[in-house]
Structure formats: structure tokens, C-alpha cells
């Protein structure tokens, strides 16, 4: 019972189930956790200790004769730094934010804190989520535990560093370019991008498949217990779906065998792909195919995948971060500047023409689907990287422009509105944690989980964390 933080989410939901620990003591255990670790990696930025011992106490109390299901029972939970918790710092990693007190809570905290979750902390992203590397002018550079020379990703990497560190069992993220799947790969953890309106969200910008809210944890059965309390309907959201959903524990909890998945490397749009990461991905492949999977070379048509989302991304931009730039000279990092300024630049045809390339991409893609149950390829181009660089300018040797070329292989995949899952595949020679993209059917969510835990009881990776910070 002393290495509390070592044990899965699910293991843990049931100790507390059987009283056989309370959340007051599991709180606890988070915080001294928290306490010996957090100093090497940087993970959790905001720490919310009276408030979380609160609730704790609240739900010892609770009566448990009518809980919904997979309530957790007092399970600590870390948030994103762009998301609110009521009465507790939001920065989303801004120096123009960096005081601001969330005044309530967001939709999905709602959701969490009334099925038993207790909210710890608040995690590390790079500034207002922009970036595959999670440092910002507020709180510094959030460290992988792999290798605490690298980065843990973005922009969801403190969530990611922080499972993986065995902070907390369970983290909320977002994704809009790859900002699950990316750090989940970097940190050796399971990251789901879910089909947009699968989890309800209050969005200040165009309401559109690209920008979603994902559960990250350390399995799979992990994934779908918080995907189970945070998919769901909401008055607020126009996207979001009624249901009833089906039980993503149940699914994850009964490993099904893909029959027939296709492969790619690079999706036909990245020009290069790390010799190592490409080759883990590849042997997941090849092993499938031994345990008597179809396996086949192949990938839906992408090829304007990358120029739609980066011109539909402009647009966002312009939505939440103009008014700011206006504001705010010199404010923000460039990289933001960068793009605003790119989306202002967007004649409204180029918008329009791109919404329609992405309605026929994601039709293209479901006919794809139409013969293979999944599709295989790596998260990333690339392993973790230096924590100083800001970004890749080059894999194996090829120089990408810009600062998401890196990231095309999640870029694309958020284009078709398929549900997708970074899943651990393996490790570099260094030791650096390489991640698998297992892309679903359209809503195809409990059959991904199903293959997921297939893939996972193979690769048989996810015991290796959490770890103690690595060096």
C-alpha cells in the first residue's frame, strides 16, 4: 500500500470501491508523490492540496446505494491548464493569464467531479496549447520522465509526464493537431483522440471536428473508465451526442482481434519518418500478422490533408487568439503570432473551399474504412526530443517548414474525424518511448478500445510504467 502510485486506475477504483483505502489517503499519497518527483519533471503547475482533502471528505460520505457507473470514488485526477476548475489558477500557460482564478468549472471538470474524481492539480502545455512542447513564460518547461533532457510533448505533455511519472492515475487532455496522441507517445502512455462531439466542450471559436477533449491514462482499460465519464451530451455543446454511448470498459475489457488492418509508415504526406520509429511500428504490423491478422500496406488518399488543416487551424486561430494579438502586443510567443497572423490572411473562399476538402477527405476515409477495421502508423515522425528545442526543424535528415511538419502524421488523421489512440509500442535503442496511432472506424470508438487491448496484451509495454524520473 505504500507504492499506491504504482497500481492502474482500475486497480485503484476498486481498492477504494471495497474501502480498502480512502480517498483522503489517496490524496495523500498523489501529493507526496507529487512531492518527489514533480521538482525533476515539472508536470503539475498548480497544485490545489485544501480543496481536493475537501471533496475527498465529501465523498467518504457519500451514500453509495445509487452511484452511477464507473464512479470513481475519490480517484485524484490531474486537469489541463486550459481548463477550469472553479476557484483554483488557469494560466493556459499565457503571461496574460497568468493570475487569472477560474470563476467555475468546465464542462468536462463538472462531469469528472461529479462521478468521483478528485481534481489534485492543474498540468503544464505550451502557451494556450500551441506547440508539440509543453514550456511557457508562466511556469518553465515541463521534463519527460524517460529522459528528463527531452520534452514530454504537447501540448497535453504535462498530463503526460505526469501519469507516467505515477503523479496521478488519470489526466485530461486536448487534441487538435496530435496534442494526445503526441506527448502520450513521447511518455510511453495511452492517449485517445476521440470523434469530435463524443465529449461535450464550451468552445469560444467555430464549433468543428477539430478541436477535442481526450482522456489520457496509463492502459487501456484506464482510457476508457475516464472516456466512460466524460463522453456524453450537453445543452451547451451542438456537437455533442445524445447516446445512449456504448460501455468503453466493457469494451476494452474483452481484447478483440482485428481481421484485417492496414499499414503505412508515412500515410503517403510525411516526408520522413525516424528510422526507428518506423521500424517499431512496422514490427506491431509484422506481429499482428503472425497472430493471423490481414495485414496490408495501405492508407486513404491524405494528400491535401495537411493544406486543409492548416488552413481550417488558421481560422481557429483568428478566433481565439486576434482579439489577444490586438490587445496584447508583444504578448505572445511567435509561433501563435505566427499563425494568427496566417489565418487574417485567409481570403473567405480559401476557408470555405477547405471545409468542403475535409467533408470529402473524411468520405474517403469512411470508404476506406469500409474494408480495413484499422489503420496503423506511428504517432509521431519522431522519438522525444531535446527539451530546449522548440521544435523539430528536421527527421532523418529532412527539413520540414514550419513548426507542425513534424506532426503531419497526427495533422492528417484529425482531418478525417476518425477516432485515433497513441498506444506504446516500444523503445529506442536510448530508451525513448515510441507510440503507435491505431485509427478507428467513424465512431468506431469501442471497437477501437476492444483492438486497442488486443494490441496491448501483445506488446505487453504498458507494465513498464510508471517510472521513477530517468536523468
Same mark, same amino acid.
Given at each position: 500500500m505504500k507504492e499506491l502510485w504504482k497500481l492502474s486506475a482500475t486497480e485503484t477504483v476498486e481498492l477504494l470501491k471495497r474501502r480498502e483505502v480512502s480517498p483522503r489517503e489517496l490524496v495523500e499519497a498523489a501529493l507526496e508523490r507529487i512531492a518527489q518527483t514533480n521538482p525533476r519533471i515539472n508536470a503539475i503547475v498548480t497544485l490545489c492540496e485544501e480543496r481536493a482533502r475537501a471533496h475527498a471528505a465529501r465523498l467518504e460520505k457519500l451514500d453509495r446505494s445509487n452511484l452511477p457507473p464507473h464512479f470513481l470514488h475519490g480517484l485524484p485526477i490531474a486537469v489541463k491548464d486550459n481548463t477550469d476548475v472553479a476557484g483554483v489558477r488557469c494560466t493556459s500557460g499565457s503571461r496574460i493569464y497568468a493570475d487569472r482564478i477560474a470563476p467555475s468549472s468546465d464542462i468536462v471538470v463538472q462531469r469528472l467531479e461529479g462521478n468521483g474524481a478528485v481534481v489534485l492539480g492543474k498540468t503544464n502545455l505550451p502557451e494556450f496549447a500551441a506547440g508539440g512542447n509543453s514550456f511557457n513564460d508562466v511556469f518553465g518547461a515541463t521534463r519527460n520522465p524517460w529522459d528528463t533532457r527531452t520534452t514530454p510533448g504537447g501540448s497535453s505533455g504535462g498530463s503526460a509526464a505526469a501519469l507516467a511519472a505515477g503523479q496521478v492515475w488519470l489526466a485530461t487532455g486536448g487534441d487538435f493537431g496530435g496534442s494526445v496522441r503526441q506527448p502520450a507517445s513521447f511518455c510511453s502512455i495511452v492517449g485517445l483522440r476521440p470523434s469530435a462531439g463524443m465529449i461535450a466542450r464550451i468552445q469560444k471559436q467555430p464549433f468543428s471536428a477539430l478541436s477535442v477533449e481526450g482522456p489520457m491514462a496509463r492502459t487501456v482499460a484506464d482510457c476508457a473508465l475516464l472516456f466512460d465519464i466524460e463522453a456524453g451530451w450537453h445543452p451547451h455543446d451542438p456537437l455533442s451526442q445524445r447516446g445512449p454511448h456504448p460501455d468503453f470498459s466493457a469494451a476494452a475489457s474483452r481484447p478483440q482481434r482485428p481481421a484485417r488492418v492496414?499499414?503505412?509508415?508515412?500515410?503517403?504526406? #510525411?516526408?520522413?519518418?525516424?528510422?526507428?520509429?518506423?521500424?517499431?511500428? *512496422? #514490427?506491431?504490423?509484422?506481429?499482428?500478422?503472425? &497472430?493471423?491478422?490481414?495485414? &496490408?500496406? #495501405?492508407?486513404?488518399?491524405?494528400?491535401? #490533408?495537411?493544406?486543409?488543416?492548416?488552413?481550417? @487551424?488558421?481560422?481557429?486561430?483568428?478566433?481565439?487568439?486576434?482579439?489577444?494579438? &490586438?490587445?496584447?502586443?508583444?504578448?505572445?510567443?511567435? &509561433?501563435?503570432?505566427?499563425?494568427?497572423?496566417?489565418?487574417?490572411?485567409?481570403?473567405?473562399?480559401?476557408?470555405?473551399?477547405?471545409?468542403?476538402?475535409?467533408?470529402?477527405?473524411? *468520405? @474517403?476515409?469512411?470508404?476506406?474504412?469500409?474494408?480495413?477495421?484499422?489503420?496503423?502508423?506511428?504517432?509521431?515522425?519522431?522519438?522525444?526530443?531535446?527539451?530546449?528545442?522548440?521544435?523539430?526543424?528536421?527527421?532523418?535528415?529532412? *527539413?520540414?517548414?514550419?513548426?507542425?511538419?513534424?506532426?503531419?502524421?497526427?495533422?492528417?488523421?484529425?482531418?478525417?474525424?476518425? /477516432?485515433?489512440?497513441?498506444?506504446?509500442?516500444?523503445?529506442? @535503442?536510448?530508451?525513448? /518511448?515510441?507510440?503507435?496511432?491505431?485509427?478507428?472506424?467513424?465512431?468506431?470508438?469501442?471497437?477501437?478500445?476492444?483492438?486497442?487491448?488486443?494490441?496491448?496484451?501483445?506488446?505487453?509495454?504498458?507494465?513498464?510504467?510508471?517510472?521513477?524520473?530517468?536523468?
Open positions: 492496414a499499414f503505412s509508415a508515412d500515410l503517403g504526406v #510525411a516526408r520522413a519518418v525516424d528510422p526507428e520509429v518506423r521500424a517499431l511500428c *512496422r #514490427a506491431v504490423a509484422d506481429r499482428l500478422a503472425g &497472430e493471423g491478422v490481414a495485414v &496490408e500496406e #495501405a492508407h486513404p488518399d491524405l494528400s491535401d #490533408a495537411e493544406r486543409t488543416f492548416l488552413t481550417l @487551424r488558421g481560422a481557429v486561430f483568428v478566433a481565439r487568439h486576434a482579439a489577444n494579438l &490586438e490587445r496584447y502586443p508583444g504578448g505572445l510567443k511567435p &509561433e501563435i503570432v505566427e499563425n494568427t497572423e496566417f489565418g487574417l490572411r485567409l481570403a473567405p473562399g480559401q476557408i470555405v473551399a477547405a471545409e468542403a476538402a475535409q467533408g470529402e477527405l473524411i *468520405r @474517403r476515409t469512411a470508404k476506406f474504412f469500409e474494408e480495413y477495421d484499422l489503420l496503423l502508423c506511428p504517432a509521431v515522425t519522431c522519438p522525444p526530443f531535446a527539451v530546449g528545442l522548440r521544435y523539430p526543424t528536421e527527421v532523418a535528415g529532412v *527539413r520540414y517548414e514550419g513548426y507542425m511538419g513534424w506532426l503531419v502524421l497526427t495533422c492528417a488523421v484529425t482531418v478525417t474525424a476518425c /477516432p485515433a489512440m497513441s498506444l506504446p509500442c516500444g523503445f529506442t @535503442r536510448a530508451g525513448l /518511448p515510441v507510440g503507435l496511432q491505431v485509427v478507428g472506424r467513424p465512431r468506431g470508438e469501442a471497437a477501437l478500445f476492444s483492438a486497442a487491448a488486443y494490441i496491448e496484451s501483445l506488446l505487453n509495454v504498458a507494465p513498464k510504467t510508471p517510472i521513477d524520473p530517468r536523468p
